[in-house]
């Protein structure tokens, strides 16, 4: 990873924010979180009186027979559930080194979030997710037809688009990532997220149309002279708790030219995506957990306006 972008995050990441709200997402706020000061959040910092609520999602709570395969019990009883190791099919090994097991339960690596419990997190520990940052230039036709790079009018610098989706659950615009199924190689999930979600792939009927599209993206994403890697590690995700929280690795795919062969089929909503479009890339793009410094980390790579 470029340096300037590693440094750029690791500061912004030192303290987590957006999983420090009043409220817990998803619980018509009624579950409340313990406000955290910036200076208590590392956990090194004393701090005796800190109790906050426990709270895990009660369709988290079920017996282990009827959960679905993205959850760990409540209580894993007399069965050992391997920290920082890869758990049978279940990565349970975090992108940021080895963290804490206290009282066996995961310790979130980044500090107090004020509610224990996993929340909504299927995982105790890390929950791992992938993200495809999917980007072209914003362009338009010349005077001769030809079509060239628009700048900004502030910077002078070019302007990069990204495909960003509207999540149904908060109706947050984000990247249109998700989580590793079990099993699953992440870089089966950077493309079956953006297939689900930007392209709609598993409404699309027409049996040789899905293959094209299939055959298309898979070919962009495998193309290693457009790929990026941006981030891998830790995520401000508003669903963190002191016991689970989110990290992913994020991917740029930055598709060169309109008219280049590996061009992207049009965008289309599916799964947990309300709308899906190309969006340009400006720091006052306000998106999901920490997807905004995703951006300003590829506007960066790429010389772009931010
Ligand atoms: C974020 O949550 C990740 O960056 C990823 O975009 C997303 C995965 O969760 P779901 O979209 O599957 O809810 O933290």
Redo the contacts with the bound molecule.
Sequence with gaps: MNSKIGSNFMKKMQTHVKCRGKFYPRTNESIRRTQVPDDKVPWHVEWAEYSPVMYTAPHLLRTSGELPDWADPEDFGSVHPKWNAVDVNINRKSHMGVYEVHFNKPRNPQGRTGLQGRGCLGRWGPNH???PIVTRWKTAKGENGASKILTHLKTSMPILQFVAIK?K?CGEW??????VDPGEDSTSTLLR?FLEEALNIEETSAVEERRSIVNQVSRFFRDIAIRQLIHSGY?D?P?NTDNAW?E?I?FNFHQPSENADNCLPSLKAGS?AAEAVWVDICHTNSL????SDFLEAVAILRGAHW
């Design positions: 997710a992938a993200d999540r659950d984000a990247i249109p990532g998700g989580m997220e995520v995700d669903r989110m992913t994020a947990d999901y957990a920490s997807h």
